[in-house]
């Protein structure tokens, strides 16, 4: 039978796919999918403490303060779904953020087991993002262009209405690919060092992404 590793981290620019393969590898693997951007702007719709510090930076694009969101995780990878593994999609986006995941282990070290990092030509990302549209209700994720809904503004498996993201017009898109190559691509070379780096061919359709996603988790 074929193992996976299943502590998990997914990489990639803004609009590369991450939140697109990680609720069908996680589905997949039987592994909770844990999302710092869902987390943060589920917060802000509940007007929490923490997503009211948030707001601000994430309508801009920019990363919200690290010491919450690291905080944020390291709770998260204590519940009990978390045991036998888990895949972070949005933590780590700066080597602060991956130096404090490196010591969440129990004994106090590494608990990466690998990093997929999707690779996406940046022309096709601008397109992907502005034509996003995402369910108010359950989060799931579609597009305009490459992944309709059934019914034109309503979600397939909740019936919700489908909404755009506030950080998805232009301006913050444009932000959030600075922000991605300042502070998140350097992760790369952190992870390559660690010889943990998998580079996954992000383009074709989200079912051929997907095979080469689970082919990436296949245990050495
Ligand atoms: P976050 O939600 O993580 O945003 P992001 O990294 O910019 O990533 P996206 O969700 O935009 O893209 P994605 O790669 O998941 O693409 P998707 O699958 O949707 O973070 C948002 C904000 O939260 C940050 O800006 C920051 O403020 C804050 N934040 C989060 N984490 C933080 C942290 N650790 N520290 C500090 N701040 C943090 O796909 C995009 C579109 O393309 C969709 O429409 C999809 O249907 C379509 N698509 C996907 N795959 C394909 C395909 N193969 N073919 C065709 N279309 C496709």
Same mark, same amino acid.
């Given at each position: 039978?074929?193992? $996976?590793?299943?502590?998990?981290?997914?990489?990639?620019?803004?609009?590369?796919? %991450?939140?697109?393969?990680?609720?069908?590898?996680?589905?997949?693997?039987?592994?909770?999918?844990?999302?710092?951007?869902?987390m943060i702007r589920?917060n802000i719709?509940? %007007?929490t403490p923490l997503g009211l510090e948030a707001q601000s930076y994430v309508e801009?694009?920019e990363l919200s303060p690290?010491?919450m969101v *690291?905080?944020? =995780?390291?709770?998260?990878?204590?519940?009990?779904?978390?045991?036998?593994?888990?895949?972070?999609?949005?933590?780590?986006?700066?080597?602060?953020?991956? !130096?404090?995941?490196?010591?969440?282990?129990?004994?106090?070290?590494?608990?990466?087991?690998?990093?997929?990092?999707?690779?996406?030509?940046? !022309?096709?990302?601008?397109?992907?993002?502005?034509?996003?549209?995402?369910?108010?209700?359950?989060?799931?994720? $579609?597009?305009?262009?490459?992944?309709?809904?059934?019914?034109?503004?309503?979600?397939? %498996?909740?019936?919700?209405?489908? *909404?755009?993201?506030?950080?998805?017009?232009?301006?913050?898109?444009?932000?959030?690919?600075?922000?991605?190559?300042?502070?998140?691509?350097?992760?790369?070379?952190? $992870?390559?060092?660690?010889?943990? =780096?998998?580079?996954?061919?992000?383009?074709?359709?989200?079912?051929?992404?997907? !095979?080469?996603?689970?082919?990436?988790? =296949?245990?050495?």
């Amino acid at each position: 039978m074929t193992e $996976y590793v299943k502590k998990l981290l997914i990489f990639g620019p803004p609009g590369a796919g %991450k939140g697109t393969q990680a609720s069908r590898v996680t589905q997949d693997l039987g592994i909770p999918h844990i999302d710092t951007g869902s987390m943060i702007r589920e917060n802000i719709a509940r %007007k929490t403490p923490l997503g009211l510090e948030a707001q601000s930076y994430v309508e801009k694009g920019e990363l919200s303060p690290s010491e919450m969101v *690291i905080r944020m =995780i390291s709770d998260r990878l204590k519940w009990d779904d978390a045991v036998n593994g888990w895949l972070l999609d949005g933590f780590p986006r700066s080597i602060e953020q991956a !130096e404090a995941l490196s010591v969440m282990g129990p004994d106090g070290g590494e608990v990466v087991e690998r990093v997929l990092f999707i690779e996406v030509p940046e !022309e096709l990302l601008v397109q992907r993002l502005t034509s996003r549209r995402i369910c108010g209700s359950c989060g799931a994720v $579609y597009n305009l262009i490459t992944l309709k809904p059934s019914k034109e503004g309503i979600c397939d %498996k909740c019936d919700g209405e489908l *909404i755009q993201r506030a950080d998805d017009n232009e301006e913050s898109v444009r932000n959030r690919f600075r922000v991605y190559r300042e502070s998140t691509a350097p992760i790369a070379d952190y $992870y390559e060092g660690r010889g943990l =780096i998998v580079s996954v061919d992000g383009q074709g359709g989200v079912e051929e992404v997907n !095979e080469r996603i689970l082919a990436a988790c =296949i245990k050495a």
